[in-house]
């Protein structure tokens, strides 16, 4: 694998390694489910052999809350998309989905269509390295797009996307690596998709209060609240994708109803906290609450 190619998918290997990592805790205690994680992450093996209390351990070292809010991000969209595709939701749209593996761990209805969207390098990656009888690939298309530079539209289109079915749209860990510009020019163009359809969009954002008032981006009490939010956004940086974007609520709610969506939710680490953690005794305590990012639902009707 070449170096460029390592850089494009340092994020996407990120979040599959805490995938992995959540992946590896008996089935009463884990948030999600990911076998296939494994895969894309160098140095599977040793985060195997170290096991999930210790990897979560290590991962508190680095910032307290980072494995729950990412885990808990995948498990509120396994919800959302579970909740909706079996009412009549006949395509799902999965918009940078790096090493996501919903399309294929998932029980979805058998009539879905999938699109998953990415970098040419990073999907040719993630195809060499699935297995190849895998369950429901007939139903996945994949789709080359650079959002900072090139039509969604016009790839989705061209690879059989129908306007007039119902679609889910997620968005995950996604806004803060592309430029606003692209953000509001891809929303913008999921509004002109889906005009004739009734649509739900998932989107992450990250606050921009990290940068103006980073305590506020964490539970009360968290430690070294400030240093940990430049190590963050260093870390993203040094495996080649910087936070170049950060909003406001308020800024992604205009953008979203400039561009016909509704916000619907507006969660963190801090709402999701005793829906998937407390029922397994695994409760955040307030210190080591990690809500930088958050997570949006928004609809849009015909
Ligand atoms: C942090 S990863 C998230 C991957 C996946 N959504 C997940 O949560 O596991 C960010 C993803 O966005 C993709 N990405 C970043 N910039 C992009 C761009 N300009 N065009 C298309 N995809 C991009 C990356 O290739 C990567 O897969």
């Not at 289109?157 to 679609?167: M, Q, V």
């Amino acid at each position: 694998m070449s170096n460029s190619i390592f850089r494009k998918d340092g994020t996407a290997q990120g979040v599959a390694k805490q995938r992995l990592i959540e992946s590896l805790a008996k089935p009463g205690k884990r948030v999600i489910y990911d076998p296939y994680a494994e895969k894309f992450v160098l140095g599977a093996g040793i985060i195997k052999l170290m096991g999930h209390k210790f990897s979560v351990w290590l991962s508190k070292k680095f910032a307290p809350g980072f494995h729950e809010h990412l885990i808990s991000r995948t498990r509120f969209i396994d919800d959302l998309i579970e909740k909706s595709t079996p009412d009549k939701v006949e395509q799902y749209v999965i918009l940078g989905a790096g090493y996501d593996s919903r399309a294929y761990r998932l029980k979805l209805p058998s009539g879905l269509k999938i699109f998953e969207v990415d970098q040419p390098e990073v999907q040719e990656r993630k195809r060499s390295k699935l297995p190849d009888e895998i369950h429901n690939a007939e139903n996945v298309t994949y789709v080359s797009v650079d959002f900072n530079h090139q039509s969604l539209k016009e790839q989705l289109l061209n690879a059989g996307f129908d306007e007039s079915k119902s679609t889910v749209f997620t968005l995950e860990g996604v806004s803060q690596y592309i430029t606003r510009e692209a953000l509001n020019s891809t929303l913008n163009e999921l509004a002109v998709l889906t005009q004739n359809s009734n649509t739900t969009l998932f989107m992450s954002y990250v606050n921009s209060l990290l940068r103006e008032d980073p305590k506020a981006c964490f539970g009360k009490g968290y430690p070294n609240a400030a240093k940990r939010a430049k190590l963050i956004t260093y870390g993203s940086a040094k495996v080649g994708e910087p936070w170049i974007s950060l909003y406001s609520a308020e800024e992604i709610e205009d953008l979203l109803s400039q561009n016909r969506f509704s916000l619907t939710e507006n969660k963190t680490l801090a709402n999701l906290n005793s829906k998937y953690f407390t029922p397994i005794g695994r409760t955040i305590p307030e210190n080591h609450i990690f809500k930088i990012e958050h997570f949006v639902v928004a609809k849009s009707k015909v």
